[in-house]
């Protein structure tokens, strides 16, 4: 007689199956949610505690923070709400090397391809940031690798844009202009295809082929709409992008604040029809210091900063602020009510720079609104380098 099937015990298995699993879920969900609240705790400790270069304790409250949130992703890969932790520690941490470098690491053992793009991106944003140019394009290089895996278009274009804008920030034209090819395409969505147009013409300008850079630009212009003749691209000793702001905010880093609300706008410009606009409501005392552009420069070399200010009812003024890597340089403060005048300043940088940071700086007096503009701003090579 042959042996009895066991078809008959198939029921019970399933059911114990299912008895197992219903009982290990919750104690997942359980223990998830203890390290996100843990992890929580040291990140809500880091963000309390003064960030001073050097901190010791911020760094050990982050990386207990990002060993917690990391532990969450293992069985949780999609967990949106760590992932965007992840990405606000990396960004504070972009003055530490060190922790950036094992955050890198760390991301290889996340499997979720589309989060481990975007934290890669983030990652070499920060360490970009703390001008670690070499690991950051790592950074970017492997999150370009992981989206072409899962083919995501859109953020393909977003890192195609930065590894150029960096590679060109780096003087390293031919591998810029490599990923700016690949982003000028038809097909490729209006604000990339306008980058790679114009950086385009950036390089072309660089490498003095005048007529290329100029086709480039009036491309440029033509896709948002602007004249071919704007004036702009016959600038070529300018090495401000955007510093007419005729291409709205492109360029340029523009945060703003509830008293203090920044934008470009159409005004009787110096050049063109728009300029940067700062408008205070006097609701109280503010600090504006939000709009940025980062601009390589050669070391030991002199150059002229120029802009054009009109101001109405600023009481405190409003200046421009040059960050160089061991000092900075600060322009005149110009207050009151003043119709369009040119602010000029001359400075010398030194043998460790390779970069400045402009920065508009600006200050609300309390009870009294008030509004600037500003166009036209402009940074040239005298001599030197």
Not at 341 to 349: A, D, L
């Amino acid at each position: 007689m042959r042996g009895k099937s066991n078809f008959h015990y198939l029921p019970i298995v399933a059911l114990l199956t299912g008895v197992f699993y219903s009982f290990l879920a919750p104690q997942q969900d359980m223990r998830a949610n203890w390290l996100i609240n843990q992890g929580s705790i040291a990140y809500v400790k880091a963000m309390m505690l003064d960030n001073q270069n050097g901190n010791q304790g911020i760094v050990n409250y982050y990386n207990l923070a990002e060993n917690y949130y990391l532990q969450v992703l293992e069985n949780q890969p999609e967990n949106e709400t760590v992932h965007k932790k992840l990405k606000v520690i990396y960004w504070n941490m972009s003055d530490n090397n060190e922790f950036l470098h094992t955050a890198l690491e760390n991301y290889h053992k996340i499997y979720t391809p589309s989060q481990r793009s975007d934290g890669y991106y983030y990652i070499g944003n920060a360490l970009q940031e703390n001008q670690d140019w070499e690991t950051a394009l790592t950074a970017y290089q492997y999150a370009l690798d992981t989206n072409l895996y899962i083919s995501g278009d859109l953020n393909i274009y977003i890192i195609r844009d930065q590894m150029a804008s960096l590679y060109e920030f780096l003087h390293q034209y031919p591998l810029a202009t490599n990923f700016f090819y690949l982003n000028k395409q038809e097909f490729v969505l209006e604000p990339y295809r306008f980058r790679a147009l114009y950086n385009l013409g950036w390089i072309s300008r660089a490498e003095g082929d005048q007529a290329a850079s100029r086709e480039y630009y009036q491309l440029a212009a033509e896709l948002i709409n602007l004249p071919r003749s704007y004036p702009e691209q016959f600038d070529f000793d300018n090495l401000v992008k955007n510093g007419s702001f005729e291409y709205g905010r492109e360029f340029w880093v523009i945060g703003t604040y509830e008293s203090a609300l920044a934008s470009i706008v159409e005004c009787d410009s110096k050049l063109g029809k728009f300029c940067w606009q700062l408008e205070f409501d006097g609701s109280d005392e503010f600090n504006y210091y939000m709009t940025t552009q980062d601009i390589a420069v050669e070391p030991s070399t002199r150059y002229r900063l120029s802009y054009w200010v009109k101001t109405n009812g600023l009481e405190k003024g409003i200046y421009l602020l040059v960050n160089l890597k061991d000092t900075q340089v600060v322009t005149n403060n110009i207050s009151g009510d003043n119709n369009w005048i040119q602010v000029i300043k001359e400075f010398q940088t030194t043998d460790n720079d390779s970069e400045v940071r402009i920065r508009l700086m600006s200050t609300s007096q309390q009870g009294m609104p008030a509004k600037v503009w500003i166009d036209n701003i402009r940074l040239e090579k005298i001599s030197g380098g």
